[in-house]
């Protein structure tokens, strides 16, 4: 099914003003209610917000992120827009995050790359897709599509990794940072935090994956690798044959 074709469904509240928060969900049994409570705190904190529902692309997957945007910033053309996950969590007055000075909004986390067991003279730079703010400039849509493209040309599927080479490729594009407080840290990593993100509903989905790979090496272990070890054996006995009648 296309990407842009309309589905019924999308969670809109609040009054807007000079900005909204926007996001995505699919309609199915484990984002939806996500995206319901998501809206709800939204609500409690007098966030305006709108949540486009989207048909599902049969896996997880979170590469229309850049779509969203700006589908955003076309139905709200003189809004500032402020892309979060559906798992984040509020727990205060986001409007600060919004008052940036620059096109976009963005959390950038470096780190020293080690090889070697030395550190080496450059860094890891990796982009958050869990809060970011586009203001209504060229500059901010620029770097949207810029983000599109790349996760098209991608062969990885996942958005932040695109995010991180489209910020790298737009040096005109002019970032701000967006204060830790509102960048959706796991629970309780940040003490005074507004922004937090709860990825329960991943760690089920990893666990899941851990007791599927789990049950695959059980199933190796006791038939696969049990027959190659059987054919092995025989193998070696029949070595033992061939160099003995020799």
């Known amino acids: ?47 305006p917000f709108h949540l486009f529902a989207k048909p599902s692309l049969g896996a997880w997957n979170t590469r229309r992120k850049p779509a969203v945007v ?30 940036i000075g620059g096109d976009v909004g963005i959390v950038v986390i470096a780190r020293n790359v080690r090889r ?7 860094l890891s730079v990796e982009c958050s897709s869990r809060v970011v703010v586009f203001r209504p400039t060229e500059g901010a849509r620029a770097f949207a ?3 599109a493209d790349t996760i098209e040309r991608s062969t990885v599927n996942h958005d932040e990794h695109s995010m991180a080479w489209a910020y790298l490729s737009s040096p005109s ?7 830790q407080r509102f960048s959706a840290r796991e629970i309780g990593r940040i003490p005074d935090a507004v922004i937090e993100h709860d990825s329960a509903h991943d760690e089920e989905r990893r666990a899941s994956r851990g007791r599927f ?4 090496r059980e199933f190796e272990r006791r ?9 092995s054996r025989l193998k070696g006995e029949m070595s033992v044959l061939v160099k003995a009648s020799a």
């Open 173 to 179: 594009i002019h970032f701000d940072y967006i204060d």
């Open 145 to 147: 599509r810029t983000w």
């Open 213 to 216: 790979k789990t049950l695959l």
């Open 1 to 47: 099914m296309r990407d842009d074709v309309p589905v019924s469904g999308d969670l809109v509240g609040g009054q807007v003003g000079d900005w909204l928060v926007i996001g995505w969900f699919t309609e199915d049994s484990t984002y939806r209610p996500l995206a319901e409570a998501f809206a709800a705190n939204l609500s409690q904190h007098r966030a």
């Open 116 to 122: 070697r067991r030395r550190w080496a003279h450059w």
């Open 70 to 99: 700006l589908e955003a910033m076309d139905a709200y053309p003189d809004k500032t827009v402020v892309l979060m996950d559906v798992d984040c969590r509020l727990r205060g007055d986001i409007e600060p995050v919004t008052q």
């Open 223 to 231: 038939f696969l690798r049990s027959g190659r070890t059987r054919q």
